[in-house]
């Protein structure tokens, strides 16, 4: 059900599980990042791709060929997670993998040049995610949503062991 929202309440009025109650703005976060999630996937489907190929692609394009192993923890993804969405970018003809010439049992990756063509696209469809993310935030809403998210994510980080 949806409402127009008063200032700090949600729009999306699902019940909250009584488990959540002593986490609002953890429940608030997860369906943010759901629903910011489904928005990509929408605007990534019409270029043929899944929610998260596009942050391999991304990585591929700004560093050129790179090992697998490298690209893994370049995304912060699951092995298994990678190497299907490398099986699947591959498959549609935007990357290919081959034996790395400094080490023949790793796997280098590298984009095709067939790719290239996605990369405005990937771009555009990011800007426009953007736009509809921020919509309903002023220009300094926006600029201490983007701050209030950064002191949330260097809290979180030093746990999740995942500080650079």
Partial sequence: MESTPKD?????TAPVPAAALGGPVSLALARVARLHR??????????GLYPGQEFVMMHLW???PV???ELIKA?????STVTKMLQRLEQAGHVRRSP????RRAVRVEATEQSCGLRKDVSDAWCALEERTLAGLSEAEQTEFVRLLGLVEGGLCPEAGDCR
Avoid: F, Y
């Fill in 75 to 79: 995304v912060e993804l699951d092995p």
């Fill in 62 to 64: 700004d560093k050129g």
């Fill in 67 to 69: 090992r697998q192993s």
């Fill in 38 to 47: 489904a928005a990509a996937g929408r605007s990534l489907r019409g270029l």
């Fill in 8 to 12: 700090g309440e949600p729009v999306c």
């Fill in 100 to 103: 790395d010439p400094d080490d």
